[in-house]
């Protein structure tokens, strides 16, 4: 018996540190497939993790955008407010009763019937007969009249605040002279066919804008 027990000992041990070794190899590859379980997981958070971010980014972007737009809105309030007098609906009033029949296009060049060619047009075209009467858009001084090579007889007056207005295609019947201080509504002439650029369009008033040097659109400013 003791001899078996003896004997059985020290398989009992061995068996044992068998099974201590199979339990060691079976912890250490669960912890490895564990750890490359997390390892997965862990890339897959991140993976999902970046989408996320964009996605927060995204929202951050579409967020912006409407700041964005809201300080071009108090922007152009703003430019409205300090353009004075000039800017201000009552201000200012059609040249002419008429529609337009010619927009104003200084990037997208627009056909031209007279000279049969795409051309911008710096200016609005509003449809009125003949002799119809052209008054000042707003209160101002004439600062220039004559006759123009391309856009015949034109009248120019300046309203303060960078506003300059410009009224060509008129008749040789110009009511005022440089340096006329006229208001709202007075008359300064009349319609003619005296533009060479637009003598094959309908009887119209070629009338142009300007803010700060630059050409801007009368329809911006006025009703027609
Ligand atoms: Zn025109």
Known sequence: MRHNIKEKKPMDKAAVAM??????????????VKS?????????????????????????????VPT???????????QK?????????????????GLITLEYSTELPIYSKT??????????????????????????????????????YTVKINHGNGFITTYSNLSDKILVESGDVVKKG?????????SLFESSEDSHLHFEMQKDGNLVNPADYIKF
């Open 68 to 78: 964005v737009d809201s300080q071009d809105n108090s922007q152009s309030n703003v």
């Open 115 to 152: 000279l049969n060619q795409y051309m911008v047009h710096n200016g609005v075209d509003i449809a009125a007969p003949l002799d119809a009467r052209v008054q000042a858009a707003a209160a101002g001084t004439v600062v220039e009249t004559g006759k123009d090579d391309r856009l015949g």
């Open 81 to 97: 407010e300090n353009t004075g007098n000039p800017s201000g609906s009552s201000a200012w009033t059609a040249p002419v009763d």
């Open 19 to 32: 099974i201590l070794c199979f339990s060691v190899v079976a912890l250490a590859s669960v912890f490895t």
């Open 186 to 194: 007075d008359i300064i002439g009349g319609i003619g066919n005296t």
């Open 36 to 64: 490359s379980l997390d390892k997965i997981n862990l890339s897959d958070n991140t993976d999902i993790s970046v989408p996320q971010n964009d996605e927060s980014k995204d929202r951050s972007v579409t967020k912006r």
